[in-house]
């Protein structure tokens, strides 16, 4: 168990929907990151979050937005869903923001499935 | 454009034996290296890692080698237990960046009994 939460494990929905995943960090961690996995993509790097302040993105679409509240916990927002969405959502959690040294802890990650 | 690449799909070793992993960069700005393992159904689980002043760097049964010059790093786990059966990710981090990984596609390992 890292100490990272994610929910929901599981979520189906139809194309056009909008689904929100939601993340706790482990105690203490201050920075947040997301991450998509998917069949032909591979692990890919979404968006950062430090201290409730956005401070990367990645291959992140339009349609996805992500924010981290005062508790830390953090969401990510995917509107108009497409078929292509379909992959597992994974989110990270580390203490720090730009050290390379501060590991990344993984959630259990949220399947999403678009039909 | 796969800045981490791990050429091999699959790996199988039998227990007790020497597994080793491979990846390859390509980007000279990654300047830390780290191996996470995924068990099916599990998010990724940090494994080690190595900054890149480094060559090696061991703990227990899993120790990381790092050859700059090749752009290369590799895991090597001795002895290999069934346990360690798992999907096994190469990932680095880009110095003067937010430190999100890179990864590569994976090398699922089996340790056969």
């Known amino acids: 168990d890292s100490g990272v939460t994610q929910t929901p494990k599981h979520l189906i929905t139809a194309t056009g929907q909008r689904v929100t995943l939601r993340c706790s960090p482990r105690?203490?961690?201050?920075?947040v990151y997301w991450y998509q996995q998917s069949l032909d993509q591979g692990l890919q790097f979404l968006i950062q979050?430090?201290?409730?302040?956005e401070r990367a993105k990645g291959n992140i679409l339009e349609r996805f937005s992500a924010q981290q509240f005062p508790d830390l916990h953090s969401e990510l927002n995917l509107s108009s869903l497409e078929l292509g969405d379909s992959a597992l959502y994974f989110c990270?959690?580390?203490?720090?923001w730009g050290q390379g040294s501060d590991t990344q802890y993984f959630g259990p990650g949220t399947r999403l499935t678009v039909l | 454009d796969q800045q981490v690449k791990q050429n091999s799909p699959s790996l199988s070793v039998q227990e007790g034996r020497i597994s080793i992993l491979n990846c390859d960069y390509t980007?000279?700005?990654?300047?830390?290296f780290l191996w996470y393992k995924k068990y099916p159904a599990e998010g990724p689980t940090f494994l080690i890692s190595?900054?890149?002043?480094?060559d090696k760097n061991e703990d227990g049964r899993f120790t990381v080698f790092l050859n700059k010059s090749a752009k290369h790093l590799s895991l090597h786990i001795v002895p290999s237990q069934p346990g360690d059966s798992a999907v096994y990710f190469c990932?680095?981090?880009?110095?003067?960046?937010?430190?999100?990984?890179?990864f590569g596609s994976g090398t699922q390992l089996t340790v056969l009994p």
């Open positions: 105690s203490g961690d201050l920075s």
């Open positions: 980007n000279s700005m990654f300047d830390y």
């Open positions: 190595i900054s890149s002043i480094k």
């Open positions: 990270a959690s580390s203490v720090r």
């Open positions: 990932a680095a981090k880009s110095s003067g960046s937010a430190r999100q990984l890179t």
């Open positions: 979050y430090y201290n409730g302040e």
